[in-house]
């Protein structure tokens, strides 16, 4: 059963987050101009202390938000209020973090059978035939 992201985020270490808000664009009419709706996330992804391998998946994941310092910032405007918003931000941050802890899917090898191999070396004969057949003409 997959974890709750209420549940994931809980195990964060509350000295690895930073939480701030900011005007914004976006819904909230005049609104807009007075209040700081925009919830801004900052997350030190060294102090998750994730696996190499998790760690490589999460930067390839969210390298659009990850800076050089090694913060990852997350800054989400889509609803009204503050609250919403963080929310928004926590759930975006927690997806991308069950994304990179999930192990990608081997590839199968795919196998072809008997006829398969002929029908493929036969195309290959007709296209080597139609090539040779576009060489350099001879004066007879």
Same mark, same amino acid.
């Given at each position: *059963? ?27 009419? &005049? %609104?807009? %101009? ?37 913060? *990852? ?8 209020? &503050? ?14 973090? &069950?994304?990179? !802890? ?11 059978? !008997? ?6 070396? &036969?195309?290959?004969?007709? !296209? ?5 057949? !576009? ?6």
């Amino acid at each position: *059963m997959a974890e709750r992201w209420q549940d994931i985020w809980e195990t964060i270490p509350a000295d690895a987050v930073s939480e701030q808000f900011i005007t914004a664009s976006g819904p909230g009419g &005049q %609104n807009v %101009n007075k209040v700081a709706t925009a919830a801004q996330l900052r997350i030190n992804v060294f102090r998750l202390e994730l696996a190499p391998p998790v760690y490589a998946r999460l930067k390839s994941l969210g390298s659009a938000y990850l800076t050089n310092s090694g913060e *990852m910032v997350i800054t989400a405007k889509r609803h009204r209020t &503050q609250a919403a918003n963080r929310l928004d931000a926590r759930e975006r941050f927690v997806s991308l973090l &069950q994304k990179a !802890r999930t192990l990608p899917a081997k590839r199968k090898k795919s196998r072809l059978n !008997r006829v398969g191999k002929t029908k493929r070396l &036969q195309g290959k004969k007709i !296209r080597s035939a139609v090539k040779k057949s !576009r060489g350099r003409v001879r004066p007879e």
